[in-house]
């Protein structure tokens, strides 16, 4: 009686651990990769504008395209973590980027700046 009950524990612990092991891999798949064409390019655009477009009047630093936006990621992310009305701020006379936004910033740049 005491192996049939060890083998059903036994049993029941292999499928909880194969079961969660999938679970973890097919969210790992889910999690969408952050590019500049998808989520950058337009978060620019309307956070950014005019003044870092140059196509909407701007003449500041162009963030309009890649290249320059992916110059530019580590002085964009350090002045819009600033507190506003802090020297540096951006997005100057603008409401403060939200953490939403922020993150999505950072994790173009954790994931390798994908265009």
Known sequence: MKKVFT???CALVVTALSCS???????????ATVT???NIQPLLESKCAPCHLP????NKTDF??????????DPM?????????????????REALSAEEIALLKKWKE???AK
């Open 55 to 58: 196509a909407k009047g701007g």
């Open 21 to 31: 092991k999938k679970t973890t891999a097919v969210s790992d798949t889910k999690k």
């Open 111 to 113: 994931e390798g700046l």
């Open 36 to 38: 500049y064409a998808l």
């Open 64 to 73: 309009s395209t890649y290249e320059a936006a992916k110059s530019y990621v």
């Open 77 to 93: 992310l350090e002045r819009v973590q600033l507190a506003a009305g802090t020297k540096g701020f951006m997005p100057m006379k």
């Open 7 to 9: 083998l059903m524990v």
